[in-house]
């Protein structure tokens, strides 16, 4: 049985389980990846031929690869690379929901996010990339402390003890100007090229919440979305007839959970669908994870997942 | 149906309760936070959930826990049919068991499919047991003639129990006022204020028209078991003797067996048959009144047969197969007597025949007696008698003496009157060594015999007391003289004794039969007492034959055994017990049948015959009181109620484990085991939650 929490204003504490402590399992995951599989390259102006690319209007006129025309008749654009740092933005979704755990589960989603965002933190500091957390909260006030951007293990440390002191709390469902607002200052802190990802189970949202957060794939930035579920969301392991009550929203639904078992996982298909669409049109990436799901191979795919996200 | 089962009716109902409150169990779900609520499609609650029984275990702890209750509510008046007391004041009993092992427990209790009486009331006897208490003491006493202590009264019920389980039913008379009696003595021993005594028998002692029982001083007399004491119809072979080519054949039936068997549908059309191996050699239709004596004339055996034994049996069936059968006994059947007498003095004075050949006459004790004019001289003339009476002669013979003492040794028994004539012996004449001493004939005899002296009269005594003798012998009896005085006179003085040789025995009555000297010869005792000679002839050997159940002594020999002829010639070794010093030995036979007797190095053989009552299966009557249900029943309550709340207490474990193993219950112990892990959960915001 889930453990019930209350909805609100109040801060909601995270039900931390077997993912504590956050510091040495967030290590332990980092470790398991190879360090040195992200290279944070951008292509562009640079001295070392990196391709090349269709051209599109608006491209500088020096890269025209005039050979490539005279040979096959195509306008193509020449692509130089430079190592250069890439700024990695880590957006967490602090809302009540997130503070969900479920039996089965080893922690809360929102545990299994920082774990997933400290993991990343340890990876891209090893990198040498600068590093910087920002919260998706509802309120008018921002309840939870930013980190901005910044270097080395001191950055890996601040964003841990952010991360370890989250709480949850707010309803993204009916704070239409909440994620607009996270979203702009995001927009504004990020520089070209960063790489921003979103931890967050994408569920009570708004209807123009998806639209809003398309906003930070837009221009030089990569969006990677990290949707976190619980496996009784995913599963909606219930037994029988059950009152579900939306943990944001209020929304109150009676059901039989074993008859409509397949129809819900249709749906929530259908939902991460429309998110992945929505992220990839934009050159972003979505990545689904499970708290039961390997930290380390989450991880994995989060950075496969920016590697692949439009440079 | 009583008010009792509606109420019944009415709390078993009640195991349906759960099932309803299951049913009609309405409780909403319970709510549950879930963040994709709003891609849950709603469903309206499926009705067959409603009615769907979530735990089975749980419901059927529930359901027995309420029949529990109902038979604890109960218990009052749940009965049984286990035959046990009704206790007063809830004092300790002292229970006395009369068991009747005699030959008509046989008998069918009931039906084909019951078992025999005897086992009906050892079953009833071992019910009994298991309704005493501690501090209850019980005793057993079996009713097969003559009755025995199989357990004196004790407190160790273990004992008892141990004791029924190994009582087997024998083919004894029976003797139930003598059984009773016994019980009573034993009861007496107990210090208990309640003190019962409870016969289960088929009462059939032979004694229809028997006053009821009596019970002892101070003790409660119950005769339980009805059923036992229906009228069964059954013929037996008493005795078959054979003369010559003549077979004497005395059978035994019910009274009213006819009229009875035939309203029973019985085949009354029964035969006596005198078999040898498996040919008749001569038959006759049976007449089946009380009792049939016949004698059919056989061929003589042929040579392959001579060495056969010859047997009596009965066709078609009856109550009990037992005693259809019994061997023929050749010669000895009849016990043979001599009398010595002086016919001119023994005569009553209203003429006829001696006294004692009338007493012979009226016992109808079938024996053969011989008068003698003189104590025969030769061995092989005293060979052919178990018994010998003397009657008031002059001593006998250094021959005589020497000839009757050897035969007395070899198991006879001889009687010797005194009177004026044995006073009178000539020189060298005497008794010696049968009687050792001086015998003198005086005129004052003192009147009657001492009641309180007599060992040997028993309830035949009466009138003993006042005979009023002319004279009677007196004897000069040393301090170390042998005898056993079994009757004295009012003065003190012996009147009768006894003392055994070898392995006979001699008996002496200072008076002598001659009707003008005593009165002795027509009292109620004088029939008694030969009647207890003529067993004590039959039971020394002087005959092959006593009625079973009656002891054989053998003293003197240094090898004793005794087997008896069972089915197919099979021998069944029988207990032979030797006596504290080691001198006698004694078996009784329980079952009718031919014997094979091995004394040193001499076999002879033996026949325990059935006791001619046993054939009575009518039973005598009972006094209401003594199967009143006052005393006890066979449906008296049962207190059961401990081992109901035992199963209660049971019953609530188990739905206690039940509830621990149910998938719920056991969900919820995880979620709280985990809650537990979780150090940053406080416990007050899950309360909350």
């Not at chain 2, 035969?407 to 009177?419: A, F, I, N, P, S």
């Not at chain 2, 050997?541 to 099979?570: I, N, P």
């Not at chain 2, 032979?576 to 004694?586: D, E, L």
Request: aromatic share 4%; charged share 25%; with cysteine.
């Amino acid at each position: 049985m889930a453990t019930q929490r209350r909805v609100g204003e109040n801060l909601l504490p995270i039900d931390w389980g077997a993912i504590s402590p956050l510091r040495l399992s967030a290590q332990m995951v980092a470790e398991g990846v190879f360090a040195g599989m992200h290279r944070s390259r951008r292509r562009g102006p640079g001295v070392e031929f990196g391709g090349q690319r269709p051209y599109t209007p608006g491209d500088d006129l020096r890269f025209l690869d005039r050979r490539s025309l005279l040979r096959h008749d195509r306008l193509m654009v020449r692509q130089f690379e430079t190592e250069t740092e890439r700024t990695l933005w880590l957006c967490v979704d602090a809302s009540a929901s997130m503070a969900y755990r479920g039996p089965d589960a080893p922690g809360a989603k929102l545990a299994y996010a920082a774990l997933i965002g400290a993991a990343l933190t340890r990876v891209a500091v090893a990198g040498q990339d600068p590093v910087g957390l920002t919260w998706l909260q509802p309120g008018p006030e921002p309840l939870l402390e930013e980190v901005t951007a910044s270097f080395g293990f001191a950055a890996f440390e601040r964003i841990t003890s952010r991360l370890e002191s989250a709480r949850a709390a707010g309803d993204l469902s009916d704070d239409a100007t909440a994620i607009d607002r996270s979203v702009r200052t995001l927009a504004r802190r990020s520089r070209r090229g960063s790489v921003i990802v979103l931890l967050s189970d994408l569920l009570d949202l708004h209807d123009d919440a998806l639209r809003e957060l398309m906003v930070l794939a837009s221009g030089p930035r990569a969006l990677v979305l990290v949707q976190i579920l619980d496996p009784r969301e995913r599963d909606l392991s219930f037994r029988g007839k059950v009152r579900l009550k939306s943990i944001e929203g209020g929304r109150v639904v009676v059901t039989d959970a074993d008859a409509v078992r397949s129809e819900y996982r249709e749906r929530l298909a259908q939902h991460t669908d429309v998110c992945r669409v929505a992220v990839e049109r934009e050159g972003g990436r979505l990545v689904e994870a499970c708290t039961t799901d390997d930290a380390v191979g989450v991880l994995r795919a989060v950075l496969q997942a920016i590697a692949e996200a439009r440079r | 149906m009583s008010f009792l089962t509606w109420a019944a009716l009415g709390i078993g109902l009640l195991v349906a309760v759960p099932l309803v409150a299951h049913l009609l169990r309405r409780r909403p779900p319970d709510e549950e936070e879930f963040a994709a609520t709003r891609l849950v499609p709603a469903r309206a609650a499926v009705a067959q959930r409603k009615t769907a029984i979530e735990d089975r275990a749980l419901l059927a702890v529930r359901a027995l826990a309420i029949l529990a209750l109902a038979v604890l509510g109960a218990t009052p008046f749940v009965k049984c049919s286990r035959l046990s007391l009704a206790r007063e004041g809830g004092a300790s009993v002292a229970l006395a068991i009369v068991l009747d092992d005699s030959l008509s427990m046989r008998a069918l209790a009931g039906s084909e499919a019951e078992p025999t009486r005897f086992e009906r009331a050892r079953k009833s006897a071992l019910e009994l047991l298991e309704g005493l208490e501690p501090g209850d003491a019980a005793s057993i006493v079996l009713a097969g003639d003559p009755p025995r202590v199989a357990l004196a009264s004790t407190t160790n019920l273990d004992a008892a129990k141990a004791t029924l389980e190994s009582a087997v039913v024998t083919d004894r008379g029976t003797d139930l006022e003598s059984a009773v009696k016994i019980a009573g003595e034993l009861l007496e021993s107990v210090e208990h204020v309640d003190k019962r005594i409870v016969v289960l028998s088929d009462m059939a002692d032979g004694g229809e028209d028997a006053p009821p029982l009596e019970p002892p001083a101070g003790a409660k007399l119950w005769i339980p078991l009805q059923e036992l004491r229906g009228p069964r119809y059954d013929c037996g072979v008493v005795q078959a003797d054979r003369t010559g080519v003549s077979v004497a054949i005395r059978v035994a039936c019910t009274p009213t067996y006819v009229a009875q068997a035939e309203k029973a549908g019985v085949d009354v059309e029964r035969r006596v048959e005198v078999r040898v191996g498996d040919r008749v050699l001569a038959e006759h239709k049976l007449r089946v009144d009380d009792t049939s004596d016949l004698v059919l004339k056989i061929p003589e055996p042929s040579d392959s047969e001579s060495e056969m034994r010859l047997f009596v049996g009965l066709t078609g069936e009856d109550a009990i197969r037992e005693n259809d059968t019994a061997p023929v006994v050749s010669i000895g059947g009849q016990l043979h007597a001599g009398v010595v007498s002086d016919a001119s003095s023994s005569r009553p004075p209203t003429g006829g025949a001696p006294m004692v050949e009338q007493v012979f006459s009226a016992l109808d004790l079938h024996v053969q007696l011989r008068p003698l004019s003189t104590v025969p001289d030769r061995p092989e003339d005293l060979a052919g008698l178990s018994l010998l009476i003397v009657d008031d002669i002059p001593g006998l013979t250094p021959g005589q003496r020497r000839d009757v003492a050897d035969w007395v040794e070899k198991g006879g028994v001889l009687l010797l009157t005194l009177g004026p004539s044995a006073a009178h012996a000539p020189l060298g004449s005497g008794f010696s060594p049968m009687l050792e001493g001086l015998v003198r004939w005086t005129k004052d005899a003192p009147k009657g015999v001492d009641q309180q002296s007599d060992q040997f009269f028993g309830e035949a005594f009466e009138g003993l007391d006042d005979i009023t003798p002319d004279g009677r012998a007196k004897l000069d009896l040393g301090p170390d003289n042998p005898f056993e005085v079994a009757a004295k006179w009012s003065d003190g003085a012996p009147f009768l004794l006894q003392k055994k040789l070898g392995r006979g025995q001699v008996s002496v009555l200072t008076l002598p039969f001659d009707p003008e000297k005593s009165d002795f010869t027509v009292r109620l005792g004088f029939l008694h007492f030969i009647h207890r000679l003529v067993t004590t002839a039959r039971t020394l050997g002087g005959t092959a034959r006593t009625t079973v159940g009656q002891t054989w002594t053998f003293d003197g020999f240094d090898r004793v055994k005794l087997e008896r002829f069972g089915a197919g010639d099979a021998m069944e070794a029988v207990e032979v017990i030797a006596s504290p010093n080691g001198r006698s030995r004694s078996a009784s036979p329980n079952r009718i049948g031919l014997y094979e007797l091995t004394l040193d190095d001499t076999v002879t053989t033996r026949v325990a015959a059935m006791a001619e009552g046993e054939a009575d299966t009518r039973p005598r009557r009972v006094a209401d009181e003594q199967q009143g249900e006052s005393l006890g029943g066979v449906q008296a309550s049962v207190d059961i109620s401990h081992y109901v709340a035992i199963a209660l207490l049971a019953l609530m474990l188990a739905e206690l484990v039940v509830r621990l193993l149910s998938p719920r219950w056991s969900g919820q112990a995880a979620d709280d085991d985990r809650d537990a892990a979780a150090p940053e959960a406080p416990s007050v915001d899950r309360d909350a939650a």
